[in-house]
């Protein structure tokens, strides 16, 4: 028998041996039998990879436990972890966001037909939500010039919009709270003030 068919024939006994075990450990680390199932196919892979460089037999087990808790710490930091297996489809209707699409892609197109530094104020102050002032700091400008250029780049694709036939939506109402009357004596004492 040769080396190669002696380490198959090792590596099938461990995993005759020690699998249910391990199988056992993965559930209580990940919850779910299908993913228990995964995660121990993965790590007897991983275990048969370092077969050779183990050595002893003794040696074969704490090595395959540490490899199921580390692949089972990395699964449970991506940000998917996987499917999950349901006996019962959700069968609803989602909406088509066909025309959503269509104008998403016009108003891009007409976004990147602005000049460089209106695009850029335009992607600075309502993709990355900077603030006015935090947008003129990033581009090297005054806080009036990123005022004029959003609002010429605004008023540039309100106008291309409205040629293409999309309207524009109506401005939300900004405070929450009802404002105090005040009366015009008042308003004069408060600007001498």
Do not use: N
Request: a positive charge; charged letters at 30%; one cysteine or more.
């Amino acid at each position: 028998m040769d080396a190669d068919s002696s380490m198959e024939a090792e590596f099938r006994q461990f995993v005759a041996a020690r699998s249910a075990a391990l199988l056992r450990t993965a559930y209580l680390l990940v919850g779910d039998w299908a993913h228990a199932e995964d995660l121990l196919q993965a790590t007897l892979t991983k275990t048969y990879l370092a077969w050779r460089r183990l050595g002893e037999i003794e040696s074969v087990e704490p090595y395959a436990r540490r490899v199921l808790v580390t692949t089972a710490t990395s699964w449970w930091r991506r940000r998917w972890h996987g499917e999950r297996p349901t006996a019962v489809i959700p069968d609803r209707a989602a909406p088509d966001r066909f025309d959503e699409r269509v104008e998403r892609q016009a108003l891009w197109r007409h976004v990147r037909a602005l000049p460089a530094r209106q695009r850029a104020v335009l992607v600075l102050r309502f993709y990355e939500d900077l603030t006015e002032a935090e947008t003129a700091r990033v581009l090297g400008v005054a806080v009036g010039t990123v005022k004029s250029q959003c609002a010429r780049a605004l008023a540039s694709l309100r106008s291309q919009l409205a040629e293409g036939g999309v309207e524009a939506a109506s401005r939300p109402v900004l405070s929450a709270a009802p404002r105090q009357a005040v009366e015009p004596d008042q308003r004069a004492d408060a600007g001498r003030a």
